[in-house]
C-alpha cells in the first residue's frame, strides 16, 4: 500500500501561487498519482493525475520527479474559492478483475485569504 | 449533466434506529463505492460494488450494510446507529476496474447527525 504524506495545511494570499508537494515513497511502478478537491460539506473532486513529469489541465500542473517518489500540485494564481482541503492518492494495485480503491491521507487543508 | 445524487443531503436518526442512506447515478459506472467521513477527517471506504459484486473492507462494523439493486442505485443501511456513526457519508462511481488513470466521481455526501 503505497502511503502519502502531505503537509497538514498551508495558507496563501490571494493571486499567489501555491505548490503542495505530496511524499510517496513506495510508489509501485503502475501507479498513477492522483489530487482531489474537496469544500466543506461536499464530495471530494477530482483535479488532476500523472504518472511521469508534468501534467497541465485548466485548473492545475502536477509536476512528477523521474523518481516518481514525490509529486507537487501547483495552483496558479489561488482565489478565496480554492479555499479547500487537497487530498493526493497514489493507485493501489489491484488483482485484476476487482475495483481500485482509493486511500486518503490527511490531506493538505489550504486556506486563501486577501 | 452526468453525475452523481445522495438523497438526503442531511438525516437525523435516534440511537439504535435502523437508517438508509441513498446513492443513484446518471453515470452507468459499473462500481460504486461508500465512504465514511468523520469530521476533520479523511474519507475512509466502507464497501464496495463491483457490479453486483460486493466488496467489504475488513475494518467496516457489521452494522453497516449495503444493497444495490441494480446499476444505477446503492444503498447504505445502518443497522443499529451509534453516536459514533455520526459523519458525512459519501457515495462515489467509477468506470472500471483498475486504478490506471480512473477517477472515481464524489456525489455531494449525506450528512447523519445521531440523536
Known amino acids: 500500500l503505497a502511503k502519502t504524506t502531505q503537509p497538514i495545511s498551508m495558507d496563501s494570499y490571494e493571486g499567489q501561487e501555491v505548490n503542495i508537494t505530496c511524499s510517496h515513497n513506495?510508489?509501485?511502478?503502475?501507479?498513477?498519482i492522483t489530487w482531489y478537491q474537496q469544500f466543506p460539506s461536499q464530495g471530494p473532486r477530482f483535479i488532476i493525475q500523472?504518472?511521469?513529469t508534468k501534467v497541465t489541465n485548466e485548473v492545475a500542473s502536477l509536476f512528477i520527479p523521474a523518481d516518481r517518489k514525490s509529486s507537487t500540485l501547483s495552483l496558479p494564481r489561488v482565489s478565496l474559492s480554492d479555499t479547500a482541503v487537497y487530498y493526493c492518492?497514489?493507485?493501489?494495485?489491484?488483482?485484476?478483475?476487482?475495483?481500485?480503491?482509493?486511500?486518503f491521507g490527511t490531506g493538505t487543508r489550504l486556506q486563501v485569504t486577501l | 449533466d452526468a453525475m452523481v445524487i445522495q438523497n438526503p443531503r442531511y438525516q437525523v436518526t435516534q440511537f439504535g434506529k435502523p437508517v438508509t442512506l441513498s446513492c443513484s447515478q446518471t453515470l452507468n459506472h459499473n462500481v460504486m463505492y461508500w465512504y465514511q467521513q468523520k469530521s476533520s477527517q479523511a474519507p475512509k471506504l466502507l464497501f464496495h460494488y463491483y457490479d453486483k459484486d460486493f466488496n467489504n473492507e475488513a475494518d467496516t462494523p457489521d452494522n453497516f450494510q449495503s444493497r444495490r439493486p441494480n446499476t444505477s442505485f446503492c444503498f447504505l443501511d445502518i443497522r443499529s446507529p451509534g453516536l459514533g456513526d455520526a459523519a458525512m457519508y459519501l457515495c462515489?462511481?467509477?468506470?472500471?476496474?483498475?486504478?490506471?488513470?480512473?477517477?472515481?466521481?464524489f456525489g455531494p455526501g449525506t450528512r447523519l447527525l445521531v440523536l
Open positions: 492518492l497514489v493507485g493501489d494495485e489491484q488483482p485484476t478483475g476487482t475495483a481500485s480503491k482509493l486511500t
Open positions: 462515489a462511481t467509477s468506470t472500471k476496474g483498475r486504478v490506471d488513470q480512473e477517477t472515481q466521481y
Open positions: 513506495n510508489i509501485a511502478t503502475n501507479d498513477y
Open positions: 500523472g504518472y511521469k
